[in-house]
């Protein structure tokens, strides 16, 4: 039972807020929710103590939207925040503005996220606290010459990395001095100089994702709870992870631990939070950034050391000490079931879940967010839960997930499931003298993504154009009616779901008893207008893919560009989307600029394709075919 901590407003949603008020409770701790018209019947806000609707279509304006949150606060008294992983996890502005509203962050304090937050800060604080970073330059982009000259010191492949990007968001590969005078170029004139954004490490082809589950509290005690190895990845983004991390070469532990303690103790941590690094083929560990949150796959590290991260979360933000965690027991494997269908490159799809029956027996353990019923948008993650699987060692929890996977059912959409299985039972995964190097980072995409995704005639994966023939069940918003009443003298509007209105009058018509859907954590608030045809007969017209935020446009009117050539990045929830033209033609208008926020089915740019003779409508909102894109997901977000 914590001292101070006495109510936990939790500025997050889904599976992450559920996960938080579970814990809270067991310590005895009161809970706010809050949440957007849409996840007024999820399961967190029935549980949460208390709940506040957070007003508005997009998440800039609910769960994003920083002074309405701390409203929040003070309306509910609450005296102490939990932002789960996403949203304004990692934002330090918000954390100073809890702090300045008098309650407890329960993560690191702001000046720890803003040396981490950024990814040259973040070297530099490797630098100095003696780990060694991926060889790269701890400055921005400025000058062409430093580039070739780190290129053809190093060699090709490069990577140039947006300084706040994370989980695949923001990397370019570039394989030669052309491509990295294109980069530079595209950069430098079509984006008014934003390379400063930028900075070059090299790209280490062969190498395992190891890292740190650690906590340290406002004593100065250490702890590494579990090591984890994510390597099983899909566009730099993980989707197997386990705890610990296996056929680790001698040494290599304790090189971690004491990397770890050296980075935590160099910005003043005091939380949990996750450091990340690459292990080579050679041996040698580099460090990649420091997660200053709660990760997704912290269910694996809680299950081999029989702890409880969250209440480790609160207990070391009250104040408290640490739990020294014993050494790791067992081994536990967290599948990532995503909306992402293996027959097309693992792309991101839609639908609504018509059948869900998760496994169950010794070792399961289900963190999810969603039930049978709901329906899945494309928009934002992918995500439906977390299948986690442990045993007394590797080869036994090998044994349970393929016992598992026979027990899952999911019908309605796609799943990684199928992909799993094989996995699972592929021998340079499961076998002991196995995954130490066979088992890389580009290892599932090598062997079994190798294929691009299939594609409309416009361009867009399939996958993403369901919407076009039924396949994208819409999420309906729930009608309301709003009324004035007075409780305890006071007066205050009392809003209420029609469907309850009309259930008290007896006036009520015959409506659809289909159950309420529920978006997904990063699934769209805004919902775009009824399904419509797609326009395959007009291919010169690029829409958006998807609810984001415009990061990059690479072209400008008036140029020519081939078939497959980038032409836009959007970004949301941490996601980039690279949309590409899906056929050769000359840019006729850009409809959009870097920052502007665009809904699904808005033109990003329209093309006069070679050939077809079509001078596409200038209509910004019509729902059309997106180009070709390929989306990267941060988990926890991920």
């Keep these: 039972m914590t001292e101070i901590v006495k109510k936990i407003l939790i500025a997050n949603r889904g599976e992450i807020a559920l996960r938080v008020v579970r814990t809270a409770h067991e310590m005895g701790i009161a809970t706010v929710a809050v949440y957007s018209e849409q996840d007024r019947e999820a399961p967190y806000v029935d549980m949460a103590d208390e709940a506040y609707l957070l007003p508005g279509d997009t998440y800039k304006d609910t769960y994003l939207n920083e002074d309405l949150l701390i409203d929040v606060l003070h309306r509910s008294g609450a005296d102490a925040v939990h932002p789960g992983y996403g949203f304004l996890s990692e934002v330090a502005t918000f954390a100073s503005k809890v702090a300045q509203a008098g309650a407890i962050w329960i993560g690191p304090n702001p000046e720890a996220l803003t040396d981490l937050g950024d990814k040259i800060t973040a070297r530099r604080v490797a630098t100095r606290a003696k ?64 390379l400063d954004e930028y900075f070059v490490e090299r790209f280490i082809d062969k190498g395992r994702h190891v890292e740190t589950q650690c906590g340290r509290d406002s004593h100065g005690n250490f702890a590494v709870y579990s090591t984890r190895d994510c390597s099983v990845q899909r566009r730099n983004q993980k989707l197997i992870e386990e705890a610990p991390a296996p056929f680790l070469p001698e040494g290599v532990h304790d090189q971690l631990v004491n990397y770890s303690r050296r980075l935590f103790e160099a910005v003043g941590y005091v939380g949990l939070g996750t450091c990340e690094f690459m292990l080579t083929d050679t041996g040698k560990v580099y460090f990649l950034e420091v997660n200053p949150r709660l990760q997704v796959e912290h269910t694996v590290s809680e299950e081999v050391s029989g702890l409880d991260l969250v209440r480790e ?16 027991r067992g081994h536990s494997f967290e599948l990532r079931i995503t909306c992402e269908d293996p027959a097309k490159n693992l792309t991101p799809s839609s639908g609504t879940l018509t059948k869900l029956e998760w496994p169950s027996g010794p070792g399961i353990r289900i963190d999810s967010g969603v039930v049978e019923g709901d329906t899945i948008s494309p928009k934002f993650d992918s995500m439906m839960g977390k299948l986690v699987v442990t045993a007394q060692d590797r080869a036994a929890a090998v044994a349970r997930v393929r016992r598992a996977l026979g027990e899952l059912h999911i019908e309605g959409v796609p799943t990684p499931a199928s992909l799993f299985e094989q996995v699972f039972r592929d021998d340079e995964f499961t076998a002991e003298h196995g995954h130490a190097f066979d088992v890389s980072t580009k290892w599932l995409e090598r062997k079994y993504l190798g294929r691009a995704a299939a594609a409309t005639r416009a361009g867009q994966p399939a996958s993403l154009s369901g919407a076009a023939d039924g396949g994208a069940a819409q999420v309906e918003s729930k009608p309301t009616e709003t009324f004035v009443i007075e409780m305890n003298d006071q007066r205050v ?86 949309v590409y ?51 990267q997901h941060k988990g926890e977000v991920q």
């Design 313 to 328: 979360q609160i207990t070391i933000a009250d104040g408290g000490a640490l739990t020294e965690p014993p050494e790791p």
């Design 131 to 194: 780990v060694p970073p991926v060889p790269g330059l701890n400055e921005s982009v400025s000058d062409i010459r430093a580039l070739y000259d780190f290129a053809h010191t190093h060699g090709y492949p490069i990577m140039m990395k947006r300084t706040d990007g994370g989980g695949g968001r923001g990397i370019t590969i570039v394989r030669s001095d052309d491509e990295l005078r294109s980069f530079y170029m595209n950069h430098d004139a079509l984006q008014g100089g934003d």
């Design 581 to 631: 033209a899906p056929a050769a033609g000359t840019v006729t208008k850009i409809f959009v600029a870097p920052a502007a926020g665009v809904e699904a089915g808005q033109t990003l740019v329209t093309l006069d394709v070679d050939g077809a003779g079509v001078k596409p409508k200038s209509d910004v909102g019509q729902a059309a075919p997106s180009a070709q894109s390929t989306a």
């Design 493 to 578: 509007k009392l809003t209420v779901p029609l469907d309850i209105v009309e259930n008290i009058t007896g006036s009520a018509r015959a409506r659809d008893a289909k159950r309420p859907t529920q978006p997904l954590r990063g699934s769209g608030l805004h919902q775009a207008a009824s399904a419509k045809p797609t326009n395959a007969d007009r291919p010169g017209v690029i829409s958006a893919p998807m609810q984001a935020v415009v990061t990059r446009i690479n072209v400008a009117e008036g140029q020519h560009v081939a078939k497959g050539d980038l032409l836009v990045v959007l970004e949301s929830m941490k996601m980039e989307n690279y």
